[in-house]
């Protein structure tokens, strides 16, 4: 990846093996705003919740995670841990994404608890004041404004100056010759939001962008090196919904536009950054706002350990083990050699000079060093996976056909994919928690 890079590494199965309920993991945190009582115990640790898979499926919530708030919510509505809600949602904003789960949850919710997709697109202030082409749904130009984007052109109103691009529906051709209606400033990056609901005109046009470096009114060209930046929020491949099966994600709308670029061109799509799960951005962003809400309640003990539940061997339990990785590679840092060392163990950006420096001052210097030391992954059976898969033996065979889901510049590691624990559902992840932590909340 070109510039700022999150950490790539890849997926590994976990249906071949039994689940391991007595592996250690450690948590995370959460909390409301309010004072604290000194008779309370002070949570060490802060829960990363997962939405959808693990707390509802659609618009429905899973019986088991009314359950669960429970236990973390006290008499006066207020969290007894640190609790942050990270989704790789994109198409809303973080406010309506916390009234929402306040009304399925029965919890009050607030949006400093919330972490979409494109929530760490405020930290990439170099791009703010450019031209953007934002593709995605739901109120994406009030989205991008939110995170700091002053400068906005929605994929809408590319096809209204140029109608003559969107020509696959042939329902919406132009019936007459026609010029361009407006003329539009020159884009110069792309930011993807989630899955469009019309594929092939948001694929077409942000094909077109790229290949006429952001001037719509020219023809393609194929060679221009290197593209415009691109910018990309979640990279699910897949999600689970009502639906008995999984669904669709904005990871599968990556693949269909990686491939017809490198179709085009003969070369690679080539991301500035990848946020959402599991990008380590994301994870660090979590840990900032778990952080906050501790100083909020004025619990004088730090927060070290981080638990992050999830349905999604791909996203949730890769990227919470990849952020376990970086916390502990983190205090190695202070060895020169241990960045070089983390590239060749792990294939990651870290190996191009620079880059994996140049992530680290964008994140600190935007939400400070890390309190946490640790994040373990629990992995609840109520979403994506399926603890009944059928998977072949061979897990090299199984990868290069089947089971690497992860995104194109995610590598495989099959550590990453191996839960700290594989429950049933959140009620018992929560119960878990509890019990490794020892917290009695009173």
Same mark, same amino acid.
């Given at each position: 990846?070109?510039?700022?890079?999150?950490? *790539?590494?890849?997926?590994?199965?976990?249906?071949?093996?039994?689940?391991?309920?007595?592996?250690?993991?450690?948590?995370?945190?959460?909390?409301?705003?309010?004072?604290?009582?000194?008779?309370?115990?002070?949570?060490?640790?802060?829960?990363?919740?997962?939405?959808?898979?693990?707390?509802?499926?659609?618009?429905?919530?899973?019986?088991?995670?009314?359950?669960?708030?429970?236990?973390?919510?006290? *008499?006066?509505?207020?969290?007894?841990?640190?609790?942050?809600?990270?989704?790789?949602?994109?198409?809303?904003?973080? $406010?309506?994404?916390?009234?929402?789960?306040?009304?399925?949850?029965?919890?009050?919710?607030?949006?400093?608890?919330?972490?979409?997709? =494109? +929530?760490?697109?405020?930290?990439?202030?170099?791009? $703010?004041?450019?031209?953007?082409?934002?593709?995605?749904?739901?109120?994406?130009?009030?989205?991008?404004?939110?995170?700091?984007?002053?400068?906005?052109?929605?994929?809408?109103?590319?096809?209204?100056?140029?109608?003559?691009?969107?020509?696959?529906?042939?329902?919406?051709?132009?019936?007459?010759?026609?010029?361009?209606?407006?003329?539009?400033? &020159?884009?110069?990056?792309?930011?993807?939001?989630?899955?469009?609901?019309?594929?092939?005109?948001?694929?077409?046009?942000?094909?077109?962008?790229?290949?006429?470096?952001?001037?719509? +009114?020219?023809? =393609?060209?194929?060679?221009?090196?290197? =593209?415009?930046?691109?910018?990309?929020?979640?990279?699910?491949?897949?999600?689970?919904?009502?639906?008995?099966?999984?669904?669709?994600?904005?990871?599968?709308?990556?693949?269909?536009?990686?491939?017809?670029?490198?179709?085009?061109?003969?070369?690679?799509?080539? /991301?500035?950054?990848?946020?959402? &799960?599991?990008?380590?951005?994301?994870? $660090?962003?979590?840990?900032?706002?778990?952080?906050?809400?501790?100083?909020?309640?004025?619990?004088?003990?730090?927060?070290? +350990?981080?638990?992050?539940?999830?349905?999604?061997?791909?996203?949730?339990?890769?990227?919470?083990?990849? /952020?376990?990785?970086?916390?502990?590679?983190?205090?190695?840092?202070?060895?020169?050699?241990?960045?070089?060392?983390?590239?060749?163990?792990?294939?990651?950006?870290?190996?191009?000079?620079?880059?994996?420096?140049?992530?680290?001052?964008?994140?600190?210097?935007?939400?400070?060093?890390?309190?946490?030391?640790?994040?373990?992954?629990?992995?609840?059976?109520?979403?994506?996976?399926?603890?009944?898969?059928?998977?072949?033996?061979?897990?090299?065979?199984?990868?290069?056909?089947?089971?690497?889901?992860?995104?194109?510049?995610?590598?495989?590691?099959?550590?990453?994919?191996?839960?700290?624990?594989?429950?049933?559902?959140?009620?018992?992840?929560?119960?878990?928690?509890?019990?490794?932590? &020892?917290?009695?909340?009173?």
């Amino acid at each position: 990846m070109r510039g700022l890079l999150a950490f *790539s590494r890849g997926l590994h199965t976990l249906s071949n093996r039994p689940a391991r309920r007595k592996a250690g993991i450690v948590g995370s945190r959460c909390g409301l705003c309010g004072t604290q009582s000194v008779n309370k115990p002070q949570p060490r640790f802060g829960l990363l919740f997962d939405i959808d898979g693990v707390l509802v499926r659609g618009r429905m919530p899973i019986p088991a995670a009314k359950k669960a708030f429970e236990k973390l919510v006290d *008499s006066r509505g207020q969290f007894v841990v640190p609790v942050v809600f990270v989704t790789n949602a994109g198409n809303c904003q973080r $406010h309506t994404k916390a009234d929402q789960l306040s009304h399925i949850l029965g919890v009050p919710i607030t949006e400093d608890q919330v972490i979409m997709s =494109h +929530s760490p697109l405020r930290m990439f202030k170099r791009f $703010h004041d450019k031209c953007v082409l934002v593709s995605g749904q739901g109120p994406v130009l009030e989205i991008a404004k939110n995170v700091g984007f002053k400068n906005v052109v929605s994929i809408d109103v590319v096809r209204e100056s140029y109608p003559l691009l969107d020509m696959v529906d042939h329902n919406r051709r132009p019936k007459l010759p026609s010029s361009p209606v407006i003329s539009l400033p &020159k884009v110069e990056a792309v930011v993807l939001f989630g899955e469009p609901i019309r594929w092939e005109t948001n694929l077409q046009l942000i094909i077109d962008v790229l290949l006429t470096n952001g001037d719509l +009114s020219n023809p =393609h060209q194929t060679q221009v090196t290197p =593209h415009l930046p691109i910018l990309a929020c979640n990279m699910d491949l897949m999600w689970m919904a009502e639906a008995n099966s999984p669904r669709f994600g904005h990871g599968t709308f990556l693949v269909c536009l990686e491939n017809i670029y490198k179709k085009i061109t003969g070369r690679d799509l080539k /991301y500035d950054a990848l946020m959402g &799960k599991p990008s380590e951005l994301t994870y $660090h962003f979590a840990e900032y706002l778990i952080r906050s809400q501790a100083v909020q309640r004025q619990w004088k003990v730090p927060v070290t +350990s981080l638990y992050a539940i999830g349905d999604n061997l791909m996203t949730d339990i890769y990227g919470a083990n990849l /952020y376990n990785r970086v916390l502990e590679e983190r205090a190695a840092r202070k060895n020169p050699k241990a960045v070089a060392k983390v590239a060749a163990a792990t294939g990651s950006g870290a190996a191009l000079p620079g880059a994996e420096e140049e992530l680290d001052v964008l994140r600190e210097s935007e939400l400070a060093p890390p309190s946490a030391t640790s994040c373990k992954s629990i992995l609840v059976c109520t979403g994506v996976y399926d603890p009944s898969g059928e998977v072949p033996s061979d897990s090299s065979r199984c990868i290069k056909e089947t089971v690497f889901h992860g995104h194109r510049d995610f590598r495989f590691d099959p550590a990453l994919v191996e839960p700290g624990h594989i429950v049933k559902d959140v009620a018992e992840a929560v119960e878990l928690i509890f019990e490794q932590e &020892k917290f009695v909340p009173q």
